[in-house]
């Protein structure tokens, strides 16, 4: 690898971790499989970044042997406008493959939080999603095909660049979400979408004293013929922030042709329960929304210097179950005196909660917030958190039942621990 692409010298630790005494810029799969062999080989580990949105999720080591770092490689493989694929490098950002995606009028449908700064690999690799999960599905339904440089600098293909593939075992649902430590993700396929003929965001408003007809609402239209893409329960301070009113706020966004969007909205202009206040988004009314929406949060791609402690957790339980940890965490606010930033999918179940405020509050809501949502049945993982209290807390939460498998697969693949070591569940 060139020289210029190689950095190393005395360089100020990152507040997150996950440094590296020299980071390497590769430019080509080709210089990801050296470094990868020459680690492997040296026994050396190896942290991987690209846009860095992800640097506080996880991870017990502060700083590896090398930081490989995918910025540079990026660009578009192939787009198949017909088939409706394209095949991209896995630093590209999320936000400039859109766009050219657009030109075309096609899309991914996926909805990952700071798109500006994402890319395609570390989005697929943390398994991110957003909002309108509810109607698209998440990275497992629109990944169809992956190129992985394993830790010994092998490159193998999982899937292909059409959409329907031979039968078999889907490989490419072993590597989602795992967060980098089974390999390097060099290359992703998916399907593509066609751009929505018209799109309407319909911000529905509850009184914050009583959010308990959030729950009949939402059964009552998940039980009916309607399609929203998204149906998102915010707290009433980020109701406050991204709309301007106080309560809790059901944003459901629907994609359609307009003769369609328009029959739904006039479906929730009926039904809506009394007391609440409705306002409709249309257009680019409702695309810049959640252009705000997903800016919301701690980006671990920023480094400015903050006094207080910012974190985010993601959250599982069952579907209406929701409303339960939004209430839950809506109370750490004056309970931890903690900016609460808090919103779920009532129809798929995933929550986000960023907290923000004194370090030992933050610690101490954590562990509030993940044992009222164990009591739930559901899940919460830290997915942003700095490196000095990610001693202090498990950001992954208990062992599954199965980890002895995940650990196994681990072992078999990267029996050196070469590539992101404890970055994972269980240390992994």
């Known amino acids: 690898m060139p020289e210029e692409q ?9 507040p997150l971790g996950n440094n590296g005494r020299v980071t390497v810029y590769p430019k080509t799969e080709e210089e990801i499989a050296n470094v990868l062999k020459y680690a492997n080989d040296a026994g050396e580990k190896i942290t991987i970044m690209a846009g860095g949105t992800k640097r506080g999720y996880g991870g017990l080591t502060e700083t590896a042997d090398i930081l490989l770092s995918l910025a540079n490689y990026k660009g578009i493989v192939e787009h198949t406008v017909g088939d409706m694929t394209v095949t991209v490098k896995a630093g590209t950002p999320f936000k400039e493959l859109s766009a050219y995606l657009a030109e075309h ?25 957003g909002p309108k999960r509810l109607g698209y599905g998440s990275a497992r339904d629109v990944v169809i095909g992956l190129r ?12 292909g660049r059409t959409v329907k593939n031979v039968a078999g075992y889907d490989m490419n649902k072993l590597f989602i979400g795992s967060m980098g430590t089974l390999g390097v993700i060099s290359e992703v396929t998916l399907k593509l979408r066609p751009l929505a003929k018209y799109e309407s965001l319909i911000l529905l408003t509850f009184p914050e004293t ?22 998102e329960l915010l707290n009433p301070s980020l109701s406050k922030q991204l709309t301007g009113k106080d309560g809790y706020t059901l944003a459901i966004s629907f994609e359609d042709v307009a003769s369609s969007v328009h029959y739904q909205e006039e479906y929730i ?32 791609a920023e480094t400015a210097a ?42 798929h179940g995933l929550c986000q909660v960023n907290l923000k405020g004194a370090s030992d509050n933050v610690v101490s809501a954590i562990q509030q917030l993940r044992n009222s949502v164990v009591q739930l049945g559901g899940y919460a993982v830290v997915r942003h958190l700095p490196f000095e209290l990610r001693q202090k807390v498990d950001v992954w939460g208990d062992k599954p039942s199965h980890f002895f498998l995940m650990q196994g697969i ?3 693949i990267d029996p050196n621990g070469v590539l992101n070591e404890k970055r994972f569940v269980g240390g992994i």
């Open 105 to 129: 009028n096609q899309k991914i449908s996926l909805d990952p939080v700071w798109p500006e700064n994402a890319t395609i690999g570390g989005i697929i690799a943390a398994n991110d999603s």
């Open 269 to 300: 202009k009926k039904n809506k329960p009394a007391q609440t206040e409705l306002t409709i988004l249309q257009q680019q009314e409702a695309q810049s929304f959640w252009e705000r929406f997903y800016k919301i949060g701690p980006n671990g």
């Open 410 to 412: 681990k072992t078999k």
């Open 6 to 14: 190689i950095h190393s010298g005395e360089t100020q630790l990152h």
């Open 306 to 347: 903050d006094n207080e402690t910012a974190a985010a957790l993601k959250i599982g339980a069952v579907n209406l179950d929701v409303l339960k940890v939004i209430q839950e965490s809506n109370m750490l606010k004056d309970s931890h005196n903690l900016a609460v930033e808090a919103h779920g999918g009532l129809g």
């Open 148 to 159: 992985m440089v394993y830790p010994d600098g092998k490159i193998i293909r999982a899937g």
């Open 210 to 231: 009583n959010p308990e007809p959030v729950r009949s609402f939402a059964i009552s239209l998940l039980d009916s013929t309607l399609e929203p893409v998204a149906l």
